[in-house]
């Protein structure tokens, strides 16, 4: 997702960077292109005009023009108005007292608005909610059965009617049994249609004017682009909408509903579906969006995501074992997995700011930590444990037994020896000085493909040691 956008934003502020001196001609060619760049990202061209607009009038305001670093200038100018079109966004749910919140979800056939139920409701019971869906969508053969299966697998309990024809009943009596059940939220899912017609609008307001949901969400899909926006358009003037849901943003759709859709409804965009399984529904935060699309990263995801897999009291134990120089390939093999659950490597290598940008989608291979544990679980306990004792006849073994090449072994132990070495100096660093240390550790990492030689960061002085080397300078001169 809009990784095209990014690359022309990127070549704009590039060349006005080059420059030694802009004009405001040259800022107007630069605002052109990003124009450009964000129509064929399938923009609405009302928002790409007003949007290019206002940051021509505020780069001529603040004299970019006279600036010693133009691109730098532009970059912030454009950040900030693509936070000011997208948010601001409040993501949380209100709920009310006493319950349950009714929830009722809208959109068209094939947006994935069952599942985003689901997911939704997965994403409510982590807040130490008690959830329960209702099969409203009685129009889309075996959707009820769907909603089912994903209760099933989330465990939330889901209100179905089997033979009922009528909608309506089944939302009522879906709320009623969650009152009655001491379900504090109910999540509603309705019947879609291929395109916006007047029965599918009839049938989802009356069922809105016989629960009065306090949340209505729209669920689109975010390859569909501006149909998403005109989608939400509609709905909204029917059903006076709450936020946008946009599923698939994992895709390489190019992005354009996630900057119009609330210019033009007026309504933001509340969470996005990044990935098919139940616990892909992130929250929408436009200044990180920005920052993704300008390609600065999102450290904050980032943290977050790896807040959510690792677990503290694992983290703690493995630091006092690295301190002691005690990290074995079964370690690693942890980490391994742990950063796998956090997405794809794409995904996670772009958030990391001064890095995503400069690597190009092409160039990341998803199969390199395939590769690794596919290596390491073809050997031995004493080999995981001592990788020392790995020669050229036990590669040859691990080599066979896990589908790779012998030099892939040798480099994946080559590597692991000098890791376990940095692993240990880290241990005992501050906490910023593991920061500044890890990102040398990751770019070269993902540069090279391989562990890179990085040194340890120099001795801090104690202000006894500044003083003394002050004296003995003062004294030779």
């Known amino acids: 997702m809009f990784e095209a956008l990014t690359d022309k934003l990127n070549n704009v502020f590039r060349n006005l960077s080059g420059r030694g001196k802009i004009s405001e001609d040259n800022v107007r060619e630069a605002l052109d292109q990003v124009r450009r760049g964000m129509l064929e990202a399938d923009v609405n061209l009302e928002v790409a005009r007003k949007f290019c607009d206002t940051c021509l009038q505020k780069a001529l305001g603040q004299e970019v023009i006279k600036s010693l670093h133009p691109g730098q200038l532009m970059v912030k100018i454009c950040h900030d108005e693509l936070v000011q079109l997208m948010g601001p966004v409040d993501t949380r749910i209100y709920y009310v007292q006493p319950g349950p919140t009714v929830i009722l979800m809208a959109g068209l056939q094939g947006s ?107 669920v689109c899909d975010a390859m569909t682009g501006q149909d998403a926006v005109n989608s939400a358009k509609a709905f909204n003037e029917r059903l006076e909408l709450d936020g946008v849901i946009l599923t698939k943003f994992d895709s390489d759709a190019r992005g354009g509903a996630a900057l ?40 904050v995801s980032l943290v977050e995501k790896a807040q959510e897999q690792f677990d503290a009291d694992q983290a703690a134990k493995l630091q006092t074992r690295m301190a002691k120089g005690i990290f074995t390939l079964e370690d690693f093999l942890g980490q391994l997995k742990s950063m796998k659950k956090m997405g794809s490597m794409k995904d ?42 790995v020669d050229g006849s036990r590669r040859r073994r691990i080599a066979k037994g896990s ?16 890791m376990r070495t940095v692993m240990k100096q880290m241990a005992n660093m501050s906490f910023f000085d593991r920061m500044r240390f890890g990102t040398q550790l990751s770019q070269g990492a993902m540069l090279n493909g391989r562990m890179p030689k990085v040194q340890a ?9 500044k003083l003394f080397l002050r004296r003995k300078r003062k004294k030779n001169r």
């Open 403 to 418: 589908g790779t090449d012998p030099q892939e072994v040798s480099s994946l132990v080559k590597s692991f020896m000098q």
């Open 260 to 299: 119009s859709v609330k210019e033009v409804t007026g309504k933001p965009i509340k969470f996005l579906g990044v990935g098919e399984k139940l616990d892909k529904l992130e929250e929408f935060h436009p200044d990180r969006m920005a920052g993704r699309i300008l390609g600065m990263g999102d450290i």
């Open 348 to 389: 996670i290598i772009k958030m990391i700011p001064g890095i995503g940008s400069q690597i190009p989608s092409e160039e990341i291979d998803e199969n390199e930590l395939v590769h690794m544990e596919a290596i390491i679980h073809s050997m031995t306990v004493e080999e995981r444990k001592n990788p020392d004792v």
């Open 112 to 218: 994935g608005k069952t599942t985003t139920c689901a997911k939704l409701g997965n994403l409510i019971t982590a807040q130490g909610r008690k959830p329960m869906m209702v099969a409203c969508d009685l129009q889309r053969p075996a959707a009820v059965e769907q909603l089912k299966v994903l209760g099933e697998q989330t465990g939330i309990p889901v209100h179905l009617e089997e033979g009922e024809k009528n909608p309506v009943k089944v939302a009522r009596n879906g709320v009623t049994a969650a009152t009655k059940n001491g379900n504090d939220v109910v999540i509603i899912d309705t019947a879609g249609r291929l395109h916006i017609d007047e029965e599918m609008m009839v049938q989802v307001a009356d069922i809105a004017k016989a629960v009065s949901p306090h949340q209505i969400y729209l």
């Open 457 to 465: 960061p120099a001795h801090k002085m104690s202000a006894k040691e």
